[in-house]
Structures are given as C-alpha cells and as structure tokens.
C-alpha cells in the first residue's frame, strides 16, 4: 500500500518540514519589504525598488547552479560515505561563488547601466531602481557564498540548520527594514540596506555552524583536500554540470526578468501590482521547493547508494505530498488573495491592477507543482542535460511565442504565458524521467 512505508514519508518530512517554513521566510520577508516600500506615498517607489531588487536578484538566480550542484553532489557523497569528496564540493562550490561575486562588483556601472536601459519605466522608478541595486551589488559575495554554504548543509540532511540560519537572516533584515525606512526615513536605500547588511550576517552565522560541526573532519582531510581541490578531471566534470544548471536558469531567469520589465513598460501601477503577484508566486514556489529539496536530498542519497527502489519510492511519496500542497496553495488565495493584497499595499490603483490578475495566482500552485518536483529529482541524480533541454524548449517553444501572440491582451498575456510554461516544464520532465529515469537508468 501507498502509506506502507512510512519512513519514507517520515524521511521525507523530517527534511522537508524545515525547508518549507525557512522556505516561506524568504517570500513573506519579500511580502514585508514590499508592505513597507508599499505603503509610501507613491507608486514609483515601489516599482523602482522590484526593479533594482531584480536587476541584483538575477544574478544570484542565475548562480542557483551554485546551490543545486552543491546538494546534489554532497548528497551522493553522503550516500557514497565520502567526507573528502564532499569536503571538496564545498570549497569549489565557495571559490567559484566569491570569483562571480567579486567580478560583478568590478564591472557594476555597465551591468547596472545596461540592465537599467533594457528595464524600460518611468524616470522615478528608473532613479529608485539604480539607487537600489547600487547597493545590494556589494552584497553579492555574500549571496552567492550563502547558496554554496546552505547547498551543502542541506545536502549533508542539515535542514533544521538552513532553517535556523534563513529565519536569523530574514529576521536581521525585516529589523532593518523597520529601523531604516519607518524610523530613519531612509525610503528605498534603507530596504537595499538592510538585504546587503543581512547576506553577510548569513555568511558569518553559516561559517561558524560548519566550523563548529564539522571541525573534526575538516582538520583530518585540509591537507588531503588541497591536491584534488584543482583535479581536471573533477574540475571538468564540476564545470559541465554547472554550465547546464546555467542555461537552465538563464532561461527561467529571462522569463521573469522579461515579466517584471514588460510590467514596467505597461505603467508603474501594473510594475507594482505585478511586484505583489510575484511575491505570491515567491511563497508558492518556496513552500513547494520544500518538498522538492527534500526529494532532492533523498534522491542524491539514493543515488550514491545506487538504491533505485528507493529512488521510486522517494518520488511517489513526494508526488503525492506535491499535490497535496499545491492544492492547499490554491485554495488559500483563493480565500484571502484580494485580503493579502490590501495589506500590501494601501494605494488604490496597485491594488485594483493585482486583484485583475490574482486569478493567475490561483491556478498556478496546481500548474506548476510538476515542474517544482522534478527540478528536485534532477538536482538530486545530478542530470542537469535534461533540466536543461526542458527549460530552453519551455521558454523558446513556450512563453515567448505564447506572449507574443498573445500581447494584445496586455498583462493578462504576459500570466498566461507564463502559466503555459510551467506546465511546459513539468510536462517535458515528466516524460523523460518515465522513458530514462523510472526504468533504472541513473546515468
């Protein structure tokens, strides 16, 4: 029977159940940065602040390889029982992160500029935008560090540690929010302080958690680790995965930058709105990765053990608990969507633009929880050719020409677009883990 194996279910929650609420801070964090830049006298400041917030955003995005490759291979090494090889992972993962980091940091005025001149928008909520991302752009080490860090610790079934680091992080920068944009009046540079002040609080606490547990095997395999750390052969290997989960989420990471950047060029209010929608799509998105993270965990393990009838029953377990959430996701926007937008934002125009295109909120739990699940399953066997393909054929076979037939009906355009691209994604996945995955190919 299905509820046979209740390890399996507990496993899976066990790690899941801290990922999800860790998950959800982030997006409810978003949801208060964008309250407290909301309920300012005017609309551009909202806009100017989602911009510039994506415009820096995109980059970590576009480095999620960072994170996904480093749980998915601790997890084998777990699973394989390999402490250098997974002491390894880290350190690559930790030396690539502060290289793209540091360079960005060099080149800021022409990525800044550029990506500013595509956005479009107005001159107010082009002025908010780069006063922002001028200053998150320091924090980028930081950001990019902390996906390697919180990776690892998850791959190695730490959850209860990423949660612990994610709510200290979140909880440094919602204080910070309030003490500078409510109390000091510091507008949309007290929200980008705050961020920037918070990632390296992250990286800071995540170090010390690691030291601490980890101490004893990081000062038997150091001296190991300092020959292999530069292998060829790893190193290449190390490489071609992250190129693949690079493409990947440079096509996902186009979709929304295109969204946000269609959004202004449609008139601050719709920028705005769509600013709220996407903080809803944030929560959908991190409370279901928190069922995917787990599977991802699980399925690396399983891998590394080569245990493919525990890579069955991982997903048929977190299929059915995908499903599940996605439905509890639905029906709650759904009941309190158009309330959860009044406490947003108070500014009457914003407000009615989001509540046109809150019906798009409510379908996506159920359309996108496919795409969600399998994006874990991948990470974890490390198949990331395939991740790769289903993202270009979704967002080239997909949204753009979907959008573009479809531009005349304004934003609604631009949501059903995007619907239609993660049921894309799940679909293309689902077809190939049944043809390659399921029958026992792990290659």
């Not at 540079?189 to 990632?199: D, F, N, P, S, W």
């Not at 190193?235 to 989960?245: A, E, M, Q, T, V």
């Not at 009457?348 to 379908?363: F, G, K, P, T």
Request: include cysteine; charge should be positive.
């Amino acid at each position: 029977m299905f509820f046979s194996n209740t390890s399996c279910h507990k496993q899976l929650f066990v790690l899941a159940i801290p990922m999800i609420l860790s998950n959800i801070t982030v997006p409810l964090l978003g949801m208060v940065d964008t309250a407290v830049i909301g309920h300012l006298d005017h609309a551009y400041y909202l806009g100017g602040s989602t911009v510039g917030a994506m415009i820096i955003t995109c980059i970590t995005w576009l480095c999620g390889f960072l994170r996904m490759a480093t749980t998915g291979l601790a997890a084998q090494a777990l699973g394989q029982q390999s402490i250098q090889q997974n002491l390894l992972v880290l350190l690559r993962g930790l030396l690539v992160a502060f290289f793209v980091g540091g360079t960005f940091i060099l080149l800021q005025s022409p990525y800044i500029n550029g990506a500013l001149y595509l956005s479009g928008g107005s001159e107010n909520v082009q002025f908010y935008a780069k006063q922002y991302s001028e200053i998150r752009v320091w924090g980028l080490p930081a950001a990019l560090a902390n996906l390697v860090l919180l990776g690892w610790l998850l791959g190695n079934h730490k959850a209860k540690a990423v949660m612990w680091i994610l709510i200290f992080t979140n909880l440094v920068n919602l204080t910070l929010d309030i003490i500078f944009v409510l109390w000091l009046d510091w507008q949309v540079k007290g929200v980008a302080y705050a961020t920037l002040i918070a990632e390296y609080s992250s990286v800071i606490l995540s170090f010390s958690l690691i030291i601490h547990q980890f101490k004893h095997v990081i000062k038997t395999s150091l001296m190991d680790l300092k020959t292999k750390l530069f292998d060829k052969i790893a190193l290449r290997s190390y490489f071609k995965l992250n190129r693949d989960i690079l493409i990947r989420t440079l096509c996902l990471q186009s979709c929304f930058v295109f969204i946000t950047f269609q959004g202004a060029r449609l008139g601050d209010n719709v920028v705005a709105a769509n600013a709220i929608l996407m903080n809803f799509l944030l929560f959908i998105s991190f409370g279901l990765d928190g069922i995917a993270n787990a599977a991802e965990v699980m399925v690396g393990k399983a891998k590394g053990e080569n245990n493919h009838k525990q890579l069955q029953e991982v997903f048929k377990v977190s299929l059915f608990w995908t499903v599940i959430f996605a439905l509890v996701y639905s029906l709650f926007f759904v009941v309190s969507g158009n309330v959860i937008v009044r406490l947003i934002s108070d500014i009457e125009a914003v407000v009615l633009y989001a509540d046109q295109y809150l019906i798009w909120i409510m379908i996506l739990p159920l359309a996108a929880c496919w795409s969600y699940l399998f994006d874990g399953i991948y990470i974890g066997l490390t198949q990331a050719k395939a991740m790769r393909n289903s993202m270009v054929l979704a967002t080239f076979g997909c949204f753009f020409p979907i959008w573009w037939l479809l531009q005349d009906y304004g934003n609604n355009g631009l949501w059903m677009a995007f619907t239609i691209f993660m049921i894309a994604r799940g679909l293309t996945l689902a077809w190939h883990f049944q043809k390659n995955i399921w029958s026992g190919n792990f290659q």
